[in-house]
């Protein structure tokens, strides 16, 4: 068992009453191994704000674990939540480095912090998907000597977002020079724009640091990619949203009935906290490949939702939050050598051969890369084995693989986790709540 409370340094635009709320509402962290089998569980207790809940799910994303179960609770002016975390493999966490990063992370999510991509340029890029799009895109760039070095792509619903960073091929700097950014800029548009979308394709160039697939979200939703007509059919795994409204205690219910995988809380929460609702009280449960996520909402101003087209509105939200990075298609992976014009070169072989790239991720470390890449046909249906085969034999089999991935839930049985579940969570919270408020009124001397 772990506690954080240790000092830091100040951000330089904190006034100095901001530093004595900080003082005031310093998180308290707690992670245990021992109280639940299957999970390890990690408790925060801190004051409360706008966007606190999505602060802390976001350090559990940027890791890659998975929230198994959550029980959380926001009301009056205390944030205090229980997460049961593992890793991709199901496992509990036994990183000492990996338990340290997470200490030292949610004890300090009063104040937010965006993704450290510094000395790269950021491209923006919104429009309507097709086969062989991401091809040009990176083709474009190869042309115009950026190197990527970073880059995400989602699609949803016949719309393709994605935040690509790069650098210049020359001189490993960041792409400054204004003419050299226009050019950027008007080509990307022009491919983005291809025959039928004139209105509504945008690049964006910037120097501007954030995290990656918060923005992907934000970027999806001012395209309003909830409102298009799915290019696929619906399937059984498809999410099922339902928002009723709780009169007595005027809140708004949400519940979101979805498979379970990776980051799915984190998207969810995302898009609530980007819609400017609060969430005061949630509860988060998975059972095998299921997910069950119940959450109390109201308006930041304090009212629940009042009509139906906003009520439609959330779920049709919510429901393309689950499902802008849900798995579609064949995951395969390329691990090589980096070198320029590579992801063009890649990409293209996936355009002659009909594949469709559902979504990518990009990353650089040092001299190699490790690029995934989610592939289907060109109706977007799964893609046959033998081109997948003849694909990689073009590319090289020892590069590119096919990968399955990691099963998300622990068959094991979670008893003891049970027993310590739900009531276990509010007594926490209710003595650490009851506790702090006794110290800052002075009647005890120590808080922990």
Request: proline share 2%; hydrophobic share 40%; charged share 25%.
């Amino acid at each position: 068992m772990a506690c954080f409370s240790g000092a830091m340094e100040w951000p330089p635009v904190l006034d100095e009453y901001e530093k004595l709320v900080f003082r005031m509402n310093t998180p308290r962290v707690v992670i245990d191994n021992g109280s639940c089998s299957s999970a390890t569980v990690v408790k925060v207790d801190s004051a409360r704000k706008h966007g606190i809940l999505l602060d802390a799910v976001q350090v559990f994303t940027d890791l890659n674990l998975s929230i198994k179960k959550a029980y959380i609770c926001c009301d009056g002016r205390w944030f205090m939540d229980v997460f049961h975390v593992t890793d991709q493999n199901g496992n509990k966490l036994t990183d000492q480095s990996e338990i340290s990063y997470i200490e030292q992370s949610l004890g300090t999510i009063y104040h937010r912090r965006a993704n450290d991509i510094r000395g790269l340029t950021a491209l923006e890029l919104t429009g309507t998907d097709r086969v062989g799009l991401l091809s040009e895109v990176f083709a474009v760039l190869a042309d115009l000597q950026c190197n990527v070095v970073e880059a995400k792509v989602w699609t949803h619903n016949g719309r393709i977002a994605s935040l690509i960073y790069v650098k210049d091929c020359n001189s490993g700097s960041p792409i400054e020079d204004s003419q050299h950014i226009n050019r950027i800029e008007a080509r990307l548009k022009h491919v983005l724009k291809g025959d039928n979308d004139i209105r509504s394709a945008k690049t964006t160039v910037s120097m501007a640091v954030t995290h990656t697939e918060r923005r992907l979200h934000q970027m999806m939703f001012a395209d309003r990619d909830y409102e298009r007509k799915p290019i696929l059919q619906l399937s059984a795994d498809s999410p099922v949203v339902t928002v009723q409204n709780w009169t007595e205690r005027g809140y708004s219910l949400v519940n979101v009935q979805c498979k379970d995988r990776t980051k799915l809380l984190f998207d969810v929460v995302c898009t609530l906290t980007d819609m400017e609702y609060d969430v005061f009280h949630a509860t988060v449960n998975t059972a095998g490949d299921k997910a069950s996520l119940e959450f109390h909402i109201k308006h930041m101003d304090g009212t629940a939702i009042s009509s139906e087209p906003e009520r439609q509105r959330v779920v049709q939200c919510l429901q393309a939050s689950a499902e802008r990075r849900a798995s579609k298609g064949v995951r395969l992976e390329l691990r090589t050598a980096d070198r320029v014009g590579l992801l063009a070169e890649v990409t293209r072989t996936f355009r002659e051969n009909g594949l469709n790239v559902t979504r990518a991720e990009i990353s650089t470390t040092s001299d190699t890369v490790l690029n995934i890449f989610y592939v289907t046909d060109a109706l977007g249906n799964p893609a046959d084995p033998k081109i997948i085969e003849a694909v990689r034999h073009r590319i090289g089999l020892t590069d590119l693989q096919v990968k399955e991935l990691p099963s998300l839930y622990n068959e094991k049985a979670e008893q003891e986790e049970e027993a310590v579940g739900v009531a276990g969570a509010v007594l926490w919270s209710l003595g650490s709540m009851v506790r702090r408020n006794l110290y800052h009124l002075g009647l005890i001397r120590s808080y922990s």
